[in-house]
């Protein structure tokens, strides 16, 4: 029997804020242990929470992408549980009233188009950090670091709307992205600022109803999802095919096993006790406010897609490659601009600039070369003054040194030689070096030609005008000339 | 042996402070003299869980040093206790719990910070029922408080060290905590004034929680002026208490005119008649004579009704423990306080970790602390939360809604409520033990309220034939302390007519 997959995601997005949610202390990543904490983050008796308005904002700002309506007022709720690095006893988290539902990403996946849709987006705080090893007695000890307690979060909850795992690691990919557009979030997976879970459940290929379903933690990069859930999708059919039943339980992937473990059973599943939190009041947003959220909202890669696409006739593959990442799509679209050329532009980006960026490490910001100066560089091969042979040695150097690219070409004398008279002693020399080539020619073989023109590129250090080249040997070996 | 509790030179805040101001005596002179009553006395009452002498002694010193440079301070050289459940920088704070043993915190309350800005001098820290659950102070780590009164008898509680300090002349005044009736009830036993502001007046900053939608901190004093006095000093918008409310705090001294002319007093008849346990007597009587001697004071008495209120007693004790079995899970021995040893294997709980946490939680907490922590956590639990929490929130909103109906100008239009403070006087020493529930049932015309957030104050409003104090409650309008203040001082000044 064949079995569909049915998958759904909750993805904890770190929110881009300077502080923590309910106090004044720093998210920055990589401090000494305990070195970002106060009375509040570290459930201290008597402290209290207050709200942090720029997480409220990254909250919005990631409801909106995610096209969920963000609700008038929501309520902060508590969830009640005993863990030692959870300082409080519960997690200031959002249950019954989230603060935004019902949104989807749209998107294309494989040439087709996709919809997953959004059940909600609510704000809570993370918890602190478990240390299992590392230390001289860690075999007998815990310690325990509470800078990463009260960094705000998203929890991103999606419908059960994605069939395969490889469909549910792309759409995670695809999360991500949005989430790096909108400036909400870093995407750091190492550094725990975007994290995953999934519910996945298998069903007979056709059939309606859902089956069990099982939740499994700890997926912290696309590979791990991908894997785990090829893995427990395998795992279940295989149940099913012996005629054996799932189990509703939450399961961890173990990276080193390449499996996926029982962690806790349905029975044995906290009864979180949520209630609302009587330390905070409602969370109330002006509509006005949030629709300049919104509008404040950058391009998001699917749209910035859509727009490459119509305004400047790319490919989809090319489009889709540069609207992801929004410094190279701000990129393009002004070197576009300076070189009147979008497809030269789209190709040396997606080229020559990739490489090289990936070569050095740096984003493009960093790089030497400017929208301006590409602009120019491919002005000048359109202009017939280099060879694009020329032009890549022209950018090699623009890279390195930051030089513009006419400077580069008049101090090297790089132009390309199109006159005729200039050209003429190269020409000659190749046909007098090569007779066996003219020969060829002569006897109908006019593929001889290309190796002849190479001859005269070569001897002109490739500044010769190709085109013209090409003339004159055609115009020697047919006239009989030499 | 009674008349001891109320020595003859009794001192108001205010006396303290414009003798401080105007250099007729010393702090340090004030302070001493404080020190030593605690010193020679407290064995009696204990009150106190902490004396904080030298560096009581250090800050009065200092005050003396900026006395002309410090002259506008409001508590300028006054000594004040603070209820353990109450944050202060590197002193003992313990919510009178095993589990906060050994416990300093590394800050301070906002109402400690606002008490020291002001000049005053936190002497000590008092005595309460562990994390202010009780309404005897009998469920202390440190033992009873008695009353100064009768001390076979309670102070009453949570803030029952806070009363019998005030009471016995150890202390002009002390900070409680009031989340059903711990500030009103105790003034009530002890014969002293009591006030819970409005929720959201007083900044619950570096207050250990136990209810924090009802818990509010306030005042305990001799006289109504000085608990207008100290709570010009605690109330104010905190911005690291996002239930305090940024609202203008009233001149609430200025507001004290001596008379209550054209006030309106609501009465709820019909709660006076309710109660299994019933109304004592010669509480009622009291507080008929205090009716007289309201009118008497210019206030215009009328009926008015609560229906809901009767249910104040069974919603209280559904919201506080649900509140506070999430509010002292925080108390697991992982990061400060007890913990127990960890033990090998577990008991049957599972892990290690879970037997720490059973063992640190079964020493560290009282009997009444884990009755309603096991009350609150059953009331949360999933297939219970929409009966009992859920139903609970629902009545509460009634009790409001009655609330505001008295108040509503459209209605009754009274600008203050009426009601004994407690059905009884001060009962024994564990007279209630053995019973919660009756317990529970003397809280009947405090909790409405901290369930409704409306400021409250208990008032002294005579004796028993037996010379326990009777307290007489008001009730006022969200932030209308200003006027409750008023009617109450205008009161005690009938009150304290020609003996």
């Keep these: 029997m064949s079995f569909e997959p049915v998958i759904g995601l909750e993805v904890h997005a770190q929110l881009l804020t300077e502080t923590k949610i309910f106090c004044g202390c720093s998210t920055a990543f990589g401090a000494p242990p305990n070195s970002q904490v106060c009375p509040v983050c570290l459930g201290l008796p008597g402290a209290l929470p207050v709200l942090n308005e720029r997480a409220v904002e990254h909250a919005v700002r990631t409801a909106v992408a995610l096209e969920c309506t963000v609700h008038r007022a929501s309520i902060f709720a508590r969830k009640n549980y005993f863990y030692p690095d959870l300082p409080k006893g519960y997690q200031i988290s959002q249950y019954e009233e989230p603060l935004a539902t019902d949104g989807h990403v749209e998107y294309f996946d494989d040439g087709a188009a996709r919809r997953v849709r959004i059940m909600r987006v609510h704000m809570e705080e993370d918890a602190g950090k478990s240390i299992h090893d590392g230390f001289p007695d860690s075999g007998g000890k815990t310690y325990l670091d509470f800078n990463r307690s009260g960094v705000p979060l998203a929890e991103i909850v999606t419908q059960p709307d994605l069939r395969a795992p490889s469909e549910a690691a792309r759409f995670f990919q695809r999360l991500r992205r949005i989430l790096l557009a909108a400036g909400v979030n870093d995407g750091n997976m190492e550094e725990g600022s975007l994290r995953c879970d999934a519910n996945v459940s298998v069903r007979p290929r056709g059939a309606e109803a859902l089956g069990v379903k099982v939740e499994i933690k700890n997926l912290n990069s696309f590979r791990f999802l991908e894997r785990a859930l090829d893995y427990e999708v395998g795992r279940q059919s295989a149940l099913l095919e012996r005629g054996g039943t799932v189990v509703q339980e939450t399961r961890l992937w173990d990276v080193a096993g390449g499996r996926t473990v029982s962690m806790r059973s349905k029975e044995e599943a906290h009864d979180y006790r949520y209630f609302p939190d009587p330390d905070l009041p409602p969370l109330v947003l002006d509509s006005d406010w949030v629709a300049s959220v919104r509008e404040g909202l950058p391009e998001l890669p699917e749209a910035r897609k859509q727009r490459l696409m119509a305004d400047h006739g790319l490919p989809e593959r090319d489009a889709a490659l540069l609207a992801d990442d929004p410094d190279l799509s701000s990129f393009f679209e002004a070197a576009a601009a300076a070189a009147g050329n979008a497809r030269a532009a789209a190709n040396w980006i997606m080229g020559a600039v990739a490489h090289r960026m990936k070569t050095l490490g740096v984003g493009i910001a960093a790089a030497k070369v400017t929208p301006a100066s590409l602009g120019a560089l491919i002005r000048l091969v359109d202009g017939g003054t280099i060879s694009n042979s020329v032009a890549r040695d022209v950018f090699e150097k623009m890279a390195a040194t930051g030089r513009p690219p006419e400077a580069i070409v008049e101090a090297e004398g790089l132009s390309q030689i199109g006159d005729a008279e200039e050209l003429g002693a190269a020409v000659r020399k190749a046909l007098s070096e090569n007779p066996a080539a003219v020969g060829k020619y002569r006897t109908g073989k006019t593929g001889a030609l290309g190796f002849l023109v190479g001859q005269v590129m070569r001897a002109t250090r490739g500044q010769a005008n190709p085109r013209v080249v090409n003339e004159l040997l055609k115009e020697a070996l047919e006239t009989g000339e030499e | ?499």
């Excluded at chain 2, 910070?113 to 936190?122: P, T």
């Excluded at chain 2, 929720?199 to 006289?223: E, H, K, M, N, W």
């Excluded at chain 2, 005579?462 to 200003?482: H, K, N, S």
């Design chain 2, 1 to 499: 042996m009674a008349g001891a509790a109320r020595p003859a030179d009794a001192e108001t805040a205010s006396s303290i402070r414009d003798a401080v101001r105007s250099g007729h005596r010393s702090a340090v002179e004030v302070c001493r003299h404080y020190l030593e009553r605690i010193a020679e006395d407290d064995g009696r009452w204990n009150a106190f869980t902490a004396v904080f002498r030298d560096e009581a002694l250090a800050r009065a010193a200092e005050v003396d040093r900026h006395r002309n440079e410090w002259r506008d301070r409001p508590l300028l050289g006054v000594p004040i206790t603070v209820k353990d459940v109450i944050c202060t920088r590197g002193q003992p704070t313990t919510a009178a719990s095993r589990i906060l043993a050994g416990f300093r915190p590394p800050y301070n309350a906002t109402v400690a910070a606002r008490l020291r800005e002001a000049g005053a001098i936190v002497v000590g820290k008092t005595n309460c029922d562990e994390f202010a659950m009780g309404s005897s102070t009998e469920h202390s780590a440190y033992g009873p408080s008695r009353n100064p009164w009768d001390p076979e008898r309670t102070p009453g509680g949570s803030s029952g060290g806070a009363a019998a300090a005030v009471a016995a002349g150890l202390a002009p005044v002390a900070i409680g905590s009031d989340t059903g009736g711990s500030i009103r009830q105790p003034a009530a036993f002890c014969g002293i004034a009591g006030l819970k502001p409005t929720y959201g007046r007083v900044s619950r900053y570096g207050l250990l929680a136990f209810a924090s939608s009802l818990d509010q901190i306030g005042p305990l004093a001799r006289t109504v002026a000085d608990t207008a006095l100290v709570l010009g000093v605690l109330a104010g918008h905190d911005p690291h208490d996002a239930t305090s409310v940024d609202a203008p705090v009233d001149d609430y001294t200025a507001a004290l005119s001596g008379d209550a002319a054209g006030l309106r007093v609501g009465v709820p008849r019909a709660l006076l008649g309710y109660g299994d346990a019933g109304i004592d007597s010669e509480v009622l009587a009291a507080f008929d004579k205090a009716l007289v001697a309201l009118a008497a004071a210019g206030a215009l008495v009328v009926d008015v009704e609560l229906p809901h209120a009767e249910h104040a007693v069974p919603v209280y004790y559904l919201v506080a423990p649900a509140e506070a079995s999430s509010n002292l899970a925080r108390y697991d021995g992982v990061r400060y306080g007890a913990r127990a040893a960890a033990a090998e294997g577990g008991d049957g709980a599972g892990s290690p970790l879970a037997a720490m946490y059973d063992r640190t939680r079964d020493a560290g907490f009282g009997a009444e602390v884990k009755r309603r922590i096991m009350l609150g956590t059953y009331a949360l639990s999933a297939g219970y939360y929409d009966a009992y929490y859920r139903r609970a929130q629902r009545v509460r909103s009634l009790i409001r809604r009655d609330y505001d109906r008295a108040f509503d100008t459209a209605g009754p239009g009274v600008d203050v409520i009426a009601m004994p403070t407690t059905p009884a006087p001060a009962f024994r020493l564990g007279e209630h033990l053995q019973d919660p529930l009756a317990m529970y049932l003397g809280d009947v015309f405090t909790v409405s309220a901290n369930l409704t957030g409306l400021p409250a104050i208990s008032v002294p409003a005579g004796f028993t034939a037996a010379r326990l104090p009777i307290g007489l409650q008001l009730v006022g309008r969200a932030f209308g302390e200003a006027t409750l203040l008023r009617l109450a001082h205008a009161y005690e000044r009938v009150q304290e007519g020609p003996a």
